[in-house]
């Protein structure tokens, strides 16, 4: 191992090259990390420590204040629970219908396989735009009802894609050891298929959910009612919009007060909506990166 | 063996009779059904639905009763005094998005695949990754907070100079602010794909090369590079493609009234014209134009790239 580090570096300009190259690589995690430690330091830190003193370790500074505030007022967890349900919904219509489609096209002499790829591929080059799409989400009555979240732009032609190619690596002998045995093809499906897709659908699914979660826009034109808010349309308001909910400023009646109060629960908002994502994703590492390698696939 | 000859019989036979194996696997277009009934609802009836660029709709008469008025939009769109503007806005936008985030994720790739140990890679990996788990609407919180005139980032720049900096809502800061913030947040996801082509690479390549006297560079230019070509090539097309629909969740939420001259880009000004001031028509026709010009860099892009090295996305 040692002669082979010595073969591979040979010369002193390259040894200098890879030392740089970690010094950088040191800088970038700390360029990524510290934006994150000075939010999650923020949101427990008095608002005026953070304006006047900046980060500071003093005990006496720290206040849990901003998340009282926002558990007392309840649209963030009311928006954490719609997003789940949207996510999730959004979630199993678009693994479950992708991948029944993947299965069938990837089944080899379907009649009219052709046709019905081109029905899909086309959809991935043109599409009707922002407007023709409101107007039939509206013409449908979906407006300010979660299955303007859920349904469109669920079925992703990439996804069909995705597991057709999945579902075309797996051995054909599989299928046709079952067909011999007179299984149908649901069965087959079902049975032989399905548990060997573990990986595929959970890579669809987690990136169909991320994808939903981290999402506003959608939610911002459709949906009216504040109740049927995702989280990421509650943080749009208090983020962006400076909007401070009436329940967590309750007791508040100075306007200097209520500014700053509405600066920590930046704060606070942020690492609370953050933090699931962010914990678990290094649990499924794993998984976005053989997503990526079956994307690359084609 | 009587397993092996059933097998044949039974591959003759299916080849034998077309008809019949359709018939066995119609439950397949179950399968397909309900995808081809969403994509027909959502994708098809809205492209049926973009005439209306073509017609002044109103919701009372309906697309089929709005008289038809040709191109109408598209002149009053292309001569209205904004026109230039947010068209220039768009392409500057995910132009340079383009020119400097997208060498990014490969040289990153690069530098971690430099890395010899595997548990040092795998969490340098790791914690690149993590702002790509942010949802845009925080992304976009963190700035305005970083930025502020009393932020941290103007904390330390008034310690060189006198007056803060306000960021948001000067113009001229708007693009810098919106590819840089892109990149710290993508940057390190993106590279994933290419760190696993590097991964493919056969380490006595390098080997060799190294015992032929080539340097860290050299071998990185010709073997590692080589290596990342077809899917730097696949991914470049797909980046143009997207070149007039790039970051329209993002540049909306660091539009300010202020810095408007440089953040308005076409998909907000859809947005803004067609639903937010009613005027289908003219949004619908804005966002056309929008797609048509998407759908004519992709072919090009492809077209192109097919021709340097035979790589192509269809």
Redesign the interface.
């Known amino acids: 191992m040692k002669f ?2 010595d ?5 002193k ?2 040894r200098m ?2 030392l740089l ?2 010094f ?2 040191i800088l ?2 700390l ?3 510290v ?2 430690l ?2 999650l330091f ?1 949101s427990f830190l008095h608002p005026n420590i953070l ?1 006047t003193k ?1 980060i500071s370790f003093n005990p006496d500074d720290w206040t849990l204040d901003g998340y009282r505030r926002i558990f007392q007022d309840g649209s963030i967890m009311r928006g954490f629970l719609n997003s789940i349900i949207y996510a999730g919904g959004f979630t199993i ?1 678009s693994v ?3 991948i ?2 993947g ?3 990837s ?1 080899e ?3 009219g396989k052709k046709i ?1 790829m081109i ?3 086309v ?1 991935m ?12 989400i509206k013409e ?1 009555g979906m407006i300010n009802t979660p299955w303007a979240i859920i ?5 992703s ?1 990439w996804n ?1 894609i995705l597991s057709r190619t999945y579902f075309k690596g797996l051995p054909n002998e599989l299928k ?2 079952a ?2 045995d007179g299984a ?3 069965k087959i ?1 079902l049975k032989i298929i399905l548990p060997l897709s573990k990986p595929i659908i959970f890579v669809l699914a987690l990136y169909a959910f ?1 994808g939903q ?5 959608n939610a911002m ?1 459709y949906l009216e009612d504040q109740s049927l808010y995702p989280l ?1 349309l509650v ?2 308001d ?3 919009q400076n909007e401070v909910q009436p329940g967590m400023i309750a007791d508040q009646l100075a306007r200097a007060e209520i500014q700053r109060i509405a ?1 920590m629960i ?2 606070s908002s ?1 690492v609370i ?2 933090l699931p ?2 914990i678990m ?2 649990f499924f ?1 794993k998984y ?2 053989k997503g ?2 079956v ?2 696939l ?1 | 063996m009587d ?1 092996v000859s ?2 044949i019989t ?2 003759t036979k299916r080849k034998g009779s ?1 008809k019949n ?2 018939k ?2 119609f ?3 179950f ?2 059904a ?3 009934v ?2 027909f ?10 005439t ?1 660029a073509f017609k002044d709709f109103s ?1 009372i008469k309906g ?1 089929m009763g709005s008289e038809w008025v040709g191109l109408d939009h598209f002149m009053s769109f292309m001569q209205s005094p904004n026109f230039q503007q947010i068209f220039i806005n768009t392409i500057k936008l995910s132009g340079f998005e383009l020119l400097i985030g997208f060498p990014i994720p490969i040289i ?1 790739a690069i ?2 695949n ?3 140990r595997a548990k040092v890679k ?1 969490n ?8 790509y ?6 992304i ?3 700035l ?3 930025l502020s005139p ?1 932020g ?1 980032v103007n ?1 330390i720049l008034t310690l060189f100079t006198d007056e803060p900096i306000s960021f948001m809502t000067d113009p001229s800061y708007f693009r810098s602010i919106f590819i840089a913030s892109g990149i ?1 947040q993508a940057a ?2 993106s590279s ?2 290419y760190v ?2 590097l991964s493919n690479v056969d380490p006595q390549l ?2 060799a090369a ?2 032929d006297g080539a ?3 050299q071998r990185i230019i010709h073997i590692d590079l080589q290596a990342l070509k077809p ?1 730097i090539a ?1 991914l470049f097309i797909l980046a143009i493609g997207g070149i007039m629909g790039v970051g ?2 993002k540049a ?2 660091l539009q300010t009234d202020m810095n408007l001259p440089a953040s308005e880009i076409i ?1 907000t000004y ?2 803004k014209r ?2 937010q001031a009613g005027d ?1 028509s003219f ?2 026709a804005v ?2 134009f ?2 048509v010009i998407s ?1 004519v860099l ?1 072919i090009t892009a492809n077209t192109i790239v097919k021709k340097l090295n035979g790589e192509t996305l ?1």
């Open positions: 082979k580090n073969l591979v570096n040979n010369s300009t390259d090259l890879l190259n970690k950088i690589l970038l995690v360029i990524v990390t934006p994150l000075y939010v923020g304006l900046g219509v479950l219908f992708s029944l489609a299965y069938a096209l089944v002499n379907l009649a019905f029905f899909f591929i959809t080059f043109f599409n009707g735009g922002m407007i023709p799409t409101y107007l039939l449908l349904l469109p732009g669920a079925v032609v069909i046709e050891a067909r011999i149908s093809d649901f499906f991320i979660w981290n999402s506003y826009f034109i990421q943080l749009r208090i983020l962006i600066e930046k704060y942020i909506s953050s994502l962010l994703y290094p590492q976005f990166e990526v390698m994307g690359s084609k | 397993k059933r097998k039974q591959t077309r194996y359709t066995n696997n439950i397949l277009y399968f397909l309900p995808a081809v969403l994509v609802i959502f994708n098809y009836i809205p492209m049926y639905g973009v209306i919701p697309i990153l530098m971690v430099q890395l010899r795998k340098i990996q790791l914690i690149i990754y993590a702002p788990f942010l949802s845009t609407v925080v976009a919180g963190m305005f907070i970083f009393a941290p904390g710290w390190g996801f994933i794909i696993a082509a390098h080997d190294t015992i340097s860290l560079l899917t696949v329209f969740e909306y939420l998909d859809v947005y067609g639903l289908w949004g619908a966002g056309l929008n797609s759908l992709l269809y």
